[in-house]
C-alpha cells in the first residue's frame, strides 16, 4: 500500500541530496589547483563537466522513464550518484575527479522522475503541495549545501565531501527501494538512439559555447553555437518523422507547455545573479569599499534561510494553485524575485540586508518552482509526464547557464560596485520579463 507522506519525503530527500551534489565543489574550486597540481582553467571542468553531463541525461533519463518505468530510472540515476561519488572520494588528481563529477551529473534526472512518480502514485488532492515540495528541494539542497560543504572543506580532508555525499545517495536508494512503488504507467515502445544522440551534440555544443565563451577564442565559440544551430535543427527534423520520438515536438509545441517552458528558461535566467552577486559582496575584503569581508561558511549560513523559505513556502504555492490556477503562482513568484532583486540594489550593506534580500528571493523561487511542474502535467499526457518535466528542468538549465556567462562578462567589463547593482538590476528586469511571458499562457488546462 502507497503511504503518500512517506513517498513525498523520501522522493524529496532524493532531490535535496542531487542539488546538494551539484554545489559540492563550489567552496573548493579556488583551492583545487594547489590541491590537485592543475591550472585554474583546468578545474573549472569540474562544474562544466556536471553540467554538460546533467543537460544530456535529463531528457534521456525522463522519456526512458516514461518507456520502462520511472522508479526503476529514478533507481540508476541514484547508483549513478554513489558510483561518482565513490569515483571522486578515491582521486588524488585532475582527470579521475572530473570523470566522477560526470557520472554525478547523470543524476540529475532525479528531481524530475520524482515530480512524475507523485503524478502517478498520489492523490489529487496531495500533488500540488507534493510537486512543489520537490520543486523546491533543488533550491533547498542548494542553499544548505554551500555552508555544508565549506565547513567540511574547512574542518576535514576534500574527500571527505565526496565521502558524504556517496553516504547519503545509498541511503536515499535504500529508502526508495523500500518506500516509493514502480508506477503501473508506462509508454513502452523502441528509445529514440538517434533523437538522443542528436540532442546531447546540440546541447553539449550549446551549453560548452556558453560557459566558455570568455575564456575561449571568438572562433572556437562561434563554432559551437553554429554546430549546435545545426545538430538542433537536424534533431528536429528527425523527432518530427520519428513515430517514437525522443522528445515529442507536438506535445511541446502546445502553447500551455511551450510558455512555461520559454518562462521558465528566462525566470532561471534570473535566479543566477543571486548565487553570483551576493557570495561575492559577502566575501570582498571589508577594504574596498563595497564588501562585507566575511568567510566562506558565514556566506554559506546568509543563504541558507533562502533554502528554507523555498521549502515553507511550498504549501503556500501549492495554496494559490488550487484557488487561482499554477498560472497566477508563477507569475506571483517571478514578481516577489523582482521585488528581491530591487530590494537588494538598494540593500546590500550589511549581512542581515542581504539575509532578507535572499529569503525574498527565495519566496519567489519557491512559489514559481511549484507551479512549473502543475503547468507542464495539466498539458500532457500521463505516458510523457516524465519526458515532459525532464525537458523543463533542461529549460532551466540552460537559462542559469546563459545567465551565469552573461553576468561573467558584466563582472569583468563593468566597475565594482556598479556590476554588482546592474547584475541585480537585470534579474529583476528578467523576472518581470518570466512574468511577461507567463501572462500569455492559457488560464485553463489545455489537456
Known amino acids: 500500500m502507497t503511504r503518500p507522506n512517506v513517498v513525498v519525503a523520501v522522493l524529496a530527500m532524493g532531490g535535496i541530496v542531487v542539488s546538494l551534489m551539484q554545489t559540492l565543489v563550489i567552496p573548493l574550486l579556488p583551492r583545487f589547483p594547489q590541491l590537485l597540481g ?3 582553467g583546468d578545474t573549472t571542468w569540474l562544474i562544466t563537466a556536471t553540467l554538460l553531463a546533467s543537460a544530456v541525461a535529463t531528457p534521456v533519463v525522463g522519456r526512458l522513464g516514461d518507456m520502462y518505468g520511472k522508479r526503476r ?47 502517478d502514485e498520489l492523490p489529487a488532492e496531495r500533488l500540488a503541495s507534493a510537486t512543489a515540495l520537490m520543486s523546491a528541494s533543488l533550491g533547498v539542497g542548494g542553499a544548505l549545501g554551500l555552508p555544508a560543504a ?44 538517434v533523437g538522443a544522440l542528436g540532442l546531447s551534440v546540440a546541447l553539449v555544443c550549446l551549453l560548452l559555447g556558453v560557459s566558455k565563451a570568455s575564456t575561449w577564442s571568438g572562433a572556437a565559440t562561434t563554432g559551437l553555437f553554429v554546430g549546435a544551430a545545426v545538430a538542433l535543427g537536424l534533431w528536429g527534423w528527425w523527432e518530427l518523422r520519428s ?24 525566470f532561471a535566467f534570473s535566479m543566477f545573479a543571486q548565487s553570483l552577486v551576493l557570495p561575492q559582496i559577502l566575501q570582498l575584503p571589508a577594504s574596498t569599499g563595497h564588501g562585507l569581508g566575511q568567510s566562506l561558511l558565514v556566506t554559506g549560513l546568509v543563504l541558507v534561510p533562502s533554502g528554507l523559505v ?7 504555492s501549492a495554496r494559490i494553485t488550487t484557488a487561482r490556477g499554477p498560472r497566477a503562482t508563477l507569475m506571483l513568484g517571478t514578481v516577489v524575485v523582482a521585488l528581491g532583486y530591487g530590494t537588494g540594489v538598494i540593500l546590500m550593506s550589511a549581512v542581515w540586508q542581504l539575509v532578507v534580500v535572499s529569503a525574498v528571493m527565495g519566496a519567489g523561487i519557491g512559489l514559481a518552482y511549484g507551479a512549473m511542474p502543475a503547468l507542464i502535467m495539466s498539458a500532457v499526457p500521463t505516458s510523457e509526464t516524465a519526458a515532459a518535466n525532464s525537458l523543463n528542468t533542461l529549460m532551466r538549465a540552460i537559462g542559469t547557464s546563459v545567465s551565469s556567462a552573461v ?13 554588482f547593482k546592474l547584475i541585480m538590476g537585470m534579474g529583476a528586469a528578467t523576472a518581470l520579463l518570466a512574468c511577461a511571458v507567463a501572462a500569455f499562457i492559457p488560464r485553463r488546462r489545455t489537456a
Open 150 to 193: 565549506a565547513f567540511l572543506a574547512e574542518q576535514s580532508d576534500w574527500h571527505l565531501l565526496f565521502w558524504t555525499s556517496a553516504a547519503a545517495g545509498v541511503i536515499v536508494l535504500a529508502a526508495v527501494l523500500t518506500c516509493v512503488p514502480e508506477s503501473a504507467v508506462r509508454s513502452g515502445g523502441r528509445f529514440d538512439l
Open 407 to 419: 553576468a561573467g562578462v558584466v563582472l569583468t567589463q563593468v566597475t565594482v560596485p556598479f556590476s
Open 310 to 316: 523555498m521549502m515553507l513556502m511550498a504549501p503556500v
Open 38 to 40: 592543475s591550472s585554474p
Open 73 to 119: 530510472m529514478l533507481v540508476v540515476s541514484l547508483v549513478m550518484l554513489v558510483t561518482g561519488s565513490v569515483i571522486a572520494a578515491l582521486s588524488h588528481s585532475l582527470v579521475p575527479l572530473i570523470a566522477g563529477r560526470v557520472v554525478q551529473g547523470l543524476a540529475v534526472g532525479v528531481i524530475p522522475l520524482g515530480i512524475s512518480i507523485m503524478r
Open 243 to 266: 513515430a517514437q520520438p525522443l522528445v515529442d515536438l507536438r506535445t511541446t509545441a502546445r502553447r500551455q507547455v511551450l510558455l512555461t517552458n520559454v518562462a521558465s528558461a528566462v
